[in-house]
C-alpha cells in the first residue's frame, strides 16, 4: 500500500504544486509540503508531522549529495564499489531507523529523550558492550553475505529440521528457506 500511496502523493500533491519544475527551490518546497503532510495524513499529531518533514529534509539531502556527486566522477566510481553501497545502505538505514523513533513516540518530548538516550546514557542504563555492537553486525554482514551469494538454499539442506524450524521460529520468518 506504501506504493499506492507514493502514487497518490505523487500524482495529487507533489505535481500539482508544480512537481520539480520551476527551480530548485521550489522543488524543495514541493518535497516539504508533499511530505509533511504525508506524515499528518498517518496521524494528526507533531510526531508523524515531524518524520513527514524529516523524510523531506533527507530526500532533499539525497538530492544535493546526489549532484554533488555527479560533479565528482572519483567520489561518484567509489560509491559505486562494493564498500560504497555497504556505506551508502548503513547511513540510509540508520537515517531511517532515527526517524522511526520520532514515529513511535506519543510526544515530541519523548522521542527526543528516546534520542538523546541513544546517544547519552542515563546513569541508571546499562551501556551496550561495544564488542556485542562488533559481533552482531559482523553477523549481519555475513547473512547479507551468504543471501548475496544465494548460500541459504545450500546451508538449509545441510542443517536438521529441528534446527532449521527454530531459526525460522526465532526470526519470525513466514517464507520457506528451502
Known sequence: WHMSLGSWLRDYLFIPLGGSRGGVWRTYRNLIITMTLC?????ADWPFVLFGFL???MMI???RF?????RRPTLEALLQTPGGTVLRVVVTFVSFSLTLVIWRAQTLGTAFDMLRTLVVPRGDQVALALTSVWWCAGLVAVCHM???RDLWKRLADRVPAPVLGFGQAA???RKSVV
Open 39 to 43: 506524515g499528518l495524513w498517518h496521524g
Open 55 to 57: 523524510q523531506a529534509l
Open 61 to 63: 539531502a539525497h538530492l
Open 66 to 70: 546526489r549532484n554533488f556527486c555527479e
Open 146 to 148: 551468504l543471501a548475496y
Open 171 to 173: 526470526t519470525l520468518d
